[in-house]
């Protein structure tokens, strides 16, 4: 990659460019865990050719599967790229990710995915959690045929995972409460919330961060009852519908999930005389455009390749017992509106 330059370098391995400077010129003065995290930002990036010294064995190679919601929006689109993309996270070990995707209608087809996960094929899981019953005893038993687990996105706290990698999506709702707030400063009246799935906790999370925003601070918004649309763009395209038809005062939607391509052209559609305010999840396709367009306002989002990366990381290191980076696996909440997408 021609165009990484230091600054990435420091940036990936969260080191000063002194550090990565020392670190590529062997120079003393560098903690052996600043050094590590260098070389594995080296690798991660393609940056140039290490020297000799700082050349990295292999360790062997690890099988990992990784359990996606079967959806076809731009957010999971993303996230089956960036885990493909995320083999060189772990320099030292030849990483060979599998994806299998999985609809969370019930939880069914996530237990019999794990349950029919062997160790002697697979050395760690990544899924997405959807807490249906059943879900977190399923998570359990893999961790005890020996296969650790992490959580993606959405959590089961309560289960024996090794790490859930993702936001933290409470914080994520008061954010978006805070800015439809702000937004919306000084007019009362309606607001919709769109989510996906009740017992997709992220979905949950978000919920309960945005009603406890509004309710302690916004209380001339009034939160209408929240309306599942599975993150399927058609469902949320009527759902958005009938809210403008249903109710002349609504001045605010917060679509927590996916499909936001259906909310859009719900928007496009109807083009109320006056616009709600509309706040969405996860900067893809689809919500670049309703930026774009003045259709969405504001886009809080997470970095699915950080994602994918610390989700291989973490695996790889509970399953060669190796102490995890935490600084390095957390995973920021970014704010998007028209005038700052990348």
Avoid: C
Wanted: net charge positive; hydrophobic share 40%; no cysteine.
């Amino acid at each position: 990659m021609s165009n990484v330059t230091l600054k990435d370098v420091a940036d990936v391995a969260q080191v000063s460019l002194a550090t990565v400077d020392r670190v590529l010129h062997e120079r003393e003065g560098v903690s052996a865990k600043a050094r590590q995290r260098v070389k594995e930002a080296i690798h991660e990036l393609g940056f140039g050719q290490l020297p000799s010294k700082l050349r990295i064995k292999s360790r062997g190679r690890l099988r990992l599967l990784f359990l996606l919601p079967k959806l076809d929006t731009g957010f999971v689109r993303q996230m089956v790229a960036d885990i493909q993309s995320a083999k060189r996270a772990v320099p030292d070990v030849e990483i060979l990710a599998e994806i299998r995707r999985v609809r969370l209608l019930d939880g069914n087809e996530l237990i019999k995915s794990l349950e029919s996960v062997e160790r002697d094929k697979y050395q760690g899981v990544g899924l997405f959690a959807f807490d249906a019953p059943g879900v977190r005893a399923a998570i359990d038993e893999t961790i005890a045929r020996g296969i650790p687990v992490v959580t993606l996105v959405s959590d089961i706290p309560s289960s024996q995972r090794v790490n859930f990698v993702g936001i933290d999506n409470m914080a994520a709702g008061r954010t978006a409460g805070r800015l439809m707030g702000k937004f919306l400063r000084g007019v009362a009246g309606e607001i919709g919330v769109l989510t996906g799935n009740s017992q997709i906790r992220d979905h949950l999370e978000r919920h309960m961060g945005f009603r406890q925003v509004l309710g302690t601070h916004y209380r001339d918004l009034k939160l209408l009852p929240e309306i599942e649309g599975d993150s399927v763009s058609a469902r949320n395209r009527s759902i958005v519908i009938d809210l403008i038809r249903d109710h002349p005062r609504l001045v605010g939607l917060y679509a927590i999930g996916g499909g936001n391509s259906g909310v859009i052209s719900a928007l496009r559609e109807m083009n109320p005389v006056t616009r709600p305010v509309v706040i969405a999840h996860e900067l893809t396709k689809e919500t670049r455009k309703g930026l774009s367009e003045e259709l969405i306002d504001a886009v809080i989002a997470q970095k699915t390749g950080h994602m994918a990366r610390s989700a291989v990381r973490l695996l790889t290191a509970a399953s060669l017992d190796d102490d995890p980076n935490p600084e390095q696996e957390r995973i920021g909440i970014d704010v998007f509106v028209a005038e700052n997408m990348p």
